[in-house]
């Protein structure tokens, strides 16, 4: 059936250093995509989006990058900070949102 | 802008009992989503609202659970009777366009 996974349930990097964070989906139909970040007791926080019609999206300090060929969706941190230590989703938009399981991000100093 | 709130932040009932989760959605926004969090399943996606009309409720596991949005401003997420595999934190999101807003979550344990 359609899924959205993530490669890496965990990702430990060292503070300076850039985190990348995967993620692959299956439903071709789906033409929108959001990262989330989800602090420990709250609501996922929306990163930044990217729609199909696009391979790659700046925000400040995130890269998203997707690569239809392989349904593969990337979130790159540049110069990771200790904040950004949280759970990172992706999700796919096609009928509805569907999300990833996660992947923990841990900010060593 | 007070963003999306919901209450009660914590819940504790027993098996059997009813439970009422609400949601307030920031002023404005047209779509409401209810979604339940679990380290097993993830964050899923139980009834979506959109102009205050269930569009999507496929993802409500049982009828013992039931949502409603009465007007733009308020939505609630009704489990009766509650179950402990119902423990779980919930999510209430809103959105005016494709950028869902989620609010701080209601923890629920049902004993």
């Known amino acids: 059936g359609e899924s959205v996974g993530l490669h890496l349930p965990t990702l430990s990097v060292q503070e300076g250093d850039n985190s990348i964070i995967n993620c692959a989906y299956s439903n071709s139909a789906s033409d929108y995509f959001i990262w989330y970040k989800q602090e420990s007791g709250k609501g996922p926080q929306f990163i930044i989006d990217?729609?199909?019609?696009?391979d790659k999206r700046q925000g400040q300090r995130v890269t998203v990058l997707l690569n239809k060929t392989v349904k593969h969706l990337s979130l790159q941190i540049a110069a990771t900070q200790p904040g950004d230590s949280a759970v990172y989703f992706c999700?796919?938009?096609?009928?509805?949102?569907?999300f990833g399981a996660g992947t923990r991000l841990t900010v060593k100093p | 802008d007070a963003g999306v709130i919901q209450s009660p932040r914590h819940e504790v009932t027993e098996m059997g009992q009813e439970v009422t989760l609400r949601c307030k959605p920031i002023s404005g926004h047209n779509s409401l989503f209810w979604y339940r969090q679990t380290m097993m399943r993830g964050l899923e996606l139980l009834i979506y609202?959109?102009?205050?009309?269930?569009?999507?409720d496929s993802g409500m596991p049982e009828d013992r659970f039931s949502a409603k949005m009465p007007n733009a401003s308020f939505s609630t997420l009704k489990i009766q009777p509650s179950e402990p595999r119902d423990s779980a934190v919930y999510f209430c999101a809103s959105s005016v366009r494709d950028e869902q807003f989620f609010g701080p979550g209601t923890r629920l344990t049902v004993l």
């Open positions: 999700a796919e938009t096609a009928n509805d949102m569907r």
């Open positions: 609202f959109n102009n205050n009309v269930p569009i999507d």
């Open positions: 990217i729609r199909s019609n696009m």
